[in-house]
């Protein structure tokens, strides 16, 4: 029984069930959909499934992080077990909640003087923020101190990789980040947008690729490039996606005859509401553990 509490953000993007399994609490994001606001509580509220035919039909999506007074709440129902608190947050590149959490930890520390409260960027989104706290959950198990946890993080954040794609840009140019003229265009002649996430935590366009079986190809040989270990790689891969399982499951059935040695088999998560709001429909994530991300 340890002395202390693993705690994120629902924007990790694991499931209810699999948070749970694994003893990791979280603070739920906000989204709304023309006006009304949500939680973004993995799904239970509303499948993501209902999120995406809802965007296609045109109402708008707008997410929100917890506010510093939400997270102090969520942290002193901690303290007051006598928990100490590593919370892990989306990343920085991306979103405040690192700042908000930290306002929090700054006032919650004062109220409880003989508790520990870390706060960390994970600089890491999605299901990638999602295996970083399944490993944090394995190190934990392991008999780690939340000590040895928060410096281990610092270290291999920037190891934890994250590759995207998409095969619809409508919601890409809707946010700003695809241009009206280049998303048209890629769009109608099948180019699908390879992304990842920079050392600072940033969602990065890195390379265009024409259809959706090369940049699939294209993504599992930038995991050859970049995996610890390479083809022998020994870690867990997740996989997410919105509203393209077919996407997803030949992207890890691709995965799994590349890589043998894999902890298992490679799982696959939606994407939830605080991410899908700004990726729409037709996009899947790659992720695992690597080199240290320089750029």
């Given at each position: ?76 129902k ?47 989104a ?10 944090l ?12 946890l ?75 490039e ?29 995965v ?17 509401a ?19 991300r320089?750029?």
């Amino acid at each position: 029984m340890t002395d202390y509490v693993l705690t994120c953000c629902s924007s990790a993007d694991l499931s209810k069930e699999r948070f749970d399994a694994r003893n990791i609490k979280y603070l739920c994001f906000h989204f709304s959909l023309n006006g009304v606001e949500y939680p973004d509580d993995l799904g239970q509220t509303m499948p993501p499934a209902m999120l995406y035919e809802r965007m296609l039909a045109g109402e708008n999506s707008k997410t929100s992080q917890p506010s510093a007074g939400e997270y102090m709440e969520f942290f002193e129902k901690f303290l007051e077990e006598g928990l100490d608190i590593l919370h892990v947050t989306l990343s920085t590149g991306i979103s405040g909640a690192y700042n908000s959490a930290m306002v929090a930890a700054d006032q919650v520390r004062e109220k409880y003087p003989g508790r520990k409260v870390y706060v960390v960027d994970s600089l890491g989104a999605s299901s990638g923020y999602g295996l970083i706290m399944e490993t944090l959950a394995d190190l934990r198990d392991k008999g780690k101190t939340i000590e040895e946890l928060n410096d281990w993080l610092h270290r291999h954040r920037l190891n934890m990789h994250h590759w995207f794609f998409s095969t619809d840009l409508t919601f890409y140019i809707k946010g700003g980040r695809v241009s009206k003229t280049s998303g048209f265009l890629g769009n109608m002649l099948g180019i699908c947008p390879l992304l990842n996430m920079d050392n600072f935590g940033r969602l990065i366009p890195r390379e265009k690729v024409l259809g959706k079986k090369r940049v699939i190809r294209r993504t599992v040989e930038k995991m050859v490039e970049n995996a610890v270990d390479g083809l022998d790689y020994a870690g867990k891969v997740f996989i997410c996606q919105s509203e393209c399982p077919e996407d997803a499951q030949l992207l890890a059935d691709l995965v799994k005859e590349k890589f043998p040695k894999m902890r298992g088999e490679p799982e696959i998560f939606p994407i939830g509401a605080t991410i899908g709001s700004h990726t729409g429909p037709g996009t899947v994530s790659l992720f695992f553990w690597g080199k240290k991300r320089n750029d």
